[in-house]
Structures are given as structure tokens and as C-alpha cells.
């Protein structure tokens, strides 16, 4: 099993430019997740679903839209991408209907916006 | 505004030793606590959760809760340098549905092993 997939590893925007960062998993979780880090700030929830067809603002959920495609994928969407929204964005999955918090991560795209 | 404080190090032990890594949270209503590890350049790991006041141990890793003093520790015996890297406190938001899926992050400490 891949766990949870990521695209692309590696970005680099214009500011005004948008683009779509993309996350499957294939482990039949319900719940997934936006996250990005920032040096020195931690892990900070963007958006997150807790199950397909739901999705709910995290903390910093501003300049930011998703969209839960189906059961195995949740995308992130930049609709006009800013100097403040560099960062390492990480998606996650967990299958918290069985009682199971523990959250996996894919291995993060490396955001740049000039 | 719900935080979690941790020292953000870096902290240096020597092989062999026991490394002591400290989170607080404000949050009351928090059910949930979590220690999860991040090499640099790659995705956090969870390695331990607890949920109740009292010790839980997993092979070299101990967790402990005080809800009382909204204090979770991690505790690392035999530290090895491959314990090197970046552990990530996680507290719930608390026991509403909603909360549940809402996990707080401290900012990380960085935990170096000196061989």
C-alpha cells in the first residue's frame, strides 16, 4: 500500500498564480486533512473532511479552498497564491470513526511563491 | 485561541541517556495527547498517544499525562542517535465531535543525540 499520496513534491508559483496541490489515500480512511508548517510555527490545520462530502475550516483556512473528490482524495486549491502562503503543506488521513486518531502523512510538497 | 507550548530546543543528550521532552496545554477539555517524531525533510510519525492520567510505556518510549497540570512529558531511555530529530507534541480540541478532529501542534523540540 502507498499510505498517503502527495503532488507535486515541489513547487515554485508567481504570486497571482494558482494551482491545485493534490492527496490520495488508499488506506479506506474517512477523515483527511490539510496542514501546512512553517518554520518555527508547527503544524497548523488548514481544512480538513471529516467524511466524503463534509469539509470544515481548520485554523488558518484563509486564501485556501478544497474540495473532498471522493472517499480516497481531497485537493487543495491556491485560488491566487501570496508570498505568505510559502510553506511545507502536508496532507493526512486517519480513520477516526473506528476510534483511531493517529494521523498518516504524505511526504509533503515544498511550496514557493515569489 | 488553544496552544500547546513546547521548548523548542535544540536539546542535546548523550547516547545512552534519558532524553526528557516537555509539553503544556491550555486547552482543559482536551481527551486526546499525542508524540509524534519528524525527521528533518520528512512527514511527522506518531510514536505515542495517551489518554488518561498516569505513565504509558512503549519498548525505550514513556509518556506521561497530568491533566491536573495540563502537563504531557516524553520520555526517551537509551537515546540513540537515530532519536535525533524533531518531536511534535499533539493535543485534541476536546470532546465534541468536531473538536476530535481538530489536533493542536506544538512548535517541536529538536532532540539531538551526541554519539
Known amino acids: 500500500n502507498a499510505g498517503v499520496t502527495q503532488t507535486p513534491k515541489f513547487q515554485v508559483l508567481k504570486t497571482g498564480q494558482s494551482m491545485t496541490l493534490q492527496c490520495a489515500q488508499d488506506m479506506n480512511h474517512n477523515s483527511m486533512y490539510w496542514y501546512r508548517q512553517d518554520p518555527g510555527m508547527g503544524l497548523r490545520l488548514i481544512y480538513y473532511s471529516a467524511s466524503e462530502g463534509t469539509t470544515d475550516k481548520g485554523e488558518v483556512p484563509n486564501g485556501y479552498n478544497v474540495s473532498r473528490l471522493n472517499k480516497r482524495e481531497f485537493s487543495l486549491r491556491l485560488e491566487s497564491a501570496a508570498p505568505s502562503q510559502t510553506s511545507v503543506y502536508f496532507c493526512?488521513?486517519?480513520?477516526?470513526?473506528?476510534?483511531?486518531?493517529?494521523?498518516?502523512f504524505g511526504s509533503g510538497t515544498q511550496l514557493s511563491v515569489l | 485561541q488553544k496552544e500547546v507550548e513546547q521548548n523548542s530546543g535544540p536539546l542535546s543528550v548523550p547516547e545512552g541517556a534519558i532524553a526528557s521532552l516537555n509539553c503544556t496545554y491550555s486547552d482543559r477539555g482536551s481527551q486526546s495527547f499525542f508524540w509524534y517524531r519528524q525527521y528533518s525533510g520528512k512527514s511527522p510519525e506518531l510514536i505515542m498517544s495517551i489518554y488518561s492520567n498516569g505513565d504509558k510505556e512503549d519498548g525505550r518510549f514513556t509518556a506521561q499525562l497530568n491533566k491536573a497540570s495540563q502537563y504531557v512529558s516524553l520520555l526517551i531511555r537509551d537515546s540513540q542517535p537515530s532519536d535525533s530529530a524533531t518531536y511534535l507534541c499533539a493535543v485534541n480540541g476536546g470532546d465534541s465531535g468536531a473538536g476530535s478532529y481538530q489536533l493542536t501542534f506544538g512548535k517541536g523540540t529538536k532532540l539531538s543525540v551526541i554519539p
Open positions: 493526512a488521513s486517519s480513520d477516526l470513526h473506528t476510534g483511531n486518531e493517529k494521523l498518516f
